[in-house]
């Protein structure tokens, strides 16, 4: 029997919850993220679209795009608390659900005895009443066709793509719609005239694995509907870490340690909240020429004290040689275990606090 997969996606997350918490906003073009000179879109409002402003854009072209916005910084904590909410919302429909990020998710809903299209209707009327904001929501067989169905009407919008569809609702999409091919895997496509999935049914099975490598082979399958992916109840979590974009370049690694330093006390008390320790300790930096610079060290114990994180990352940046200034520093710390056996530091040894 073919799986039902629902994917959800809340439409312009950060904007929308500025929006829904002062209404003066609505209708407005609301851009959230970093907004000073440095700053990086994070989400915008569809209103902000339409000036040609996206998620990832650097706030100063934003502003040249859309000059009248509204430019507001992110508000994690509120945008975590209202998730939450839009969580419960998909556990009460089945409690087969992978969060893909703080507002998106895939639900296995084969077994949920509702018609697919009730599940999709209830997740919208209910993410509606309960918290005032809207999804999109897809539904087909697998991952691949459920996320493109997500996208299909955005924004609350609603998209059932079945087996007999395919492969035709498929041929005239660019290829940009294809998971896992991103901008330079079109643009090598592009540059052999293969523009939409149609133009890449052209291709063989070998040329995909010979030109995408071993990724070649879902390609080949996604394109034609095929994606073996399951739904991952439980989803490992990789690594935990901060970043930002300086203000302003810095050159002296004492100031720098500034940054590290508060890095360290979030990402310890990230840890600590979700019961868990890593032991590998990576410090990133991108420099005024836009560089990027990763230095890592494994300590021999696992660790969520935000003291040794901070020791072990000011000797990864001492050790770092940078001949130019930088602008962006980030803390990550991997290799990370749920493990609740007490885990020894040498601050336990000493005696520390």
């Not at 602008?327 to 990370?336: E, K, M, N, Q």
């Amino acid at each position: 029997m073919n799986k039902i997969i629902m994917h959800m996606d809340v439409d312009a997350f950060f904007a929308s919850v500025e929006q829904m918490d002062n209404p003066e906003l609505k209708g407005k073009p609301v851009i959230v993220g970093g907004v000073g000179e440095r700053g990086v879109v994070a989400t915008c409002s569809y209103e902000a679209r339409k000036y040609g402003v996206h998620s990832a854009m650097p706030t100063f072209k934003a502003k040249q795009r859309c000059p009248l916005g509204i430019y507001l910084p992110t508000r994690h904590e509120r945008y975590s608390q209202i998730s939450k909410e839009i969580f419960k919302i998909l556990y009460s429909l089945t409690p087969m659900v992978e969060p893909v990020s703080i507002d998106e998710a895939y639900l296995d809903i084969t077994e949920v005895k509702m018609k697919p299209i009730e599940c999709a209707e209830f997740l919208k009327r209910e993410v509606k009443k309960q918290i005032g904001l809207t999804v999109s929501v897809g539904v087909s067989y697998n991952k691949f066709l459920a996320k493109l169905a997500s996208d299909w009407n955005k924004p609350n919008g609603i998209k059932v793509i079945t087996e007999n569809m395919i492969p035709e609702i498929l041929k005239p999409l660019p290829l940009s719609k294809v998971h896992g091919m991103g901008k330079k895997s079109v643009e090598k496509m592009n540059n052999i005239g293969i523009f939409t999935i149609e133009d890449m049914y052209k291709l063989s099975k070998e040329f995909c694995v010979e030109y995408f490598g071993k990724f070649g082979l879902e390609i080949y399958d996604r394109i034609r509907g095929i994606d073996y992916r399951e739904v991952e109840v439980i989803r490992e979590r990789k690594s935990i870490g901060r970043e930002t974009t300086l203000r302003k370049d810095l050159t002296d690694k004492e100031e720098m340690k500034k940054y590290i330093k508060y890095f360290s006390e979030e990402v310890s008390e990230t840890l600590n909240s979700k019961n868990m320790w890593g032991k590998t300790i990576t410090v990133k930096v991108k420099t005024s020429k836009f560089v990027n610079h990763t230095k890592s060290k494994t300590i021999n114990f696992y660790t969520n004290d935000h003291r040794e994180i901070y020791k072990v990352s000011c000797e990864i940046l001492e050790e770092m040689e940078l001949e130019d200034s930088v602008r962006l520093i980030g803390l990550t710390i991997s290799t990370l275990t749920e493990n609740k056996v007490e885990q020894l530091s040498f601050h336990s040894f000493l005696g520390g606090n």
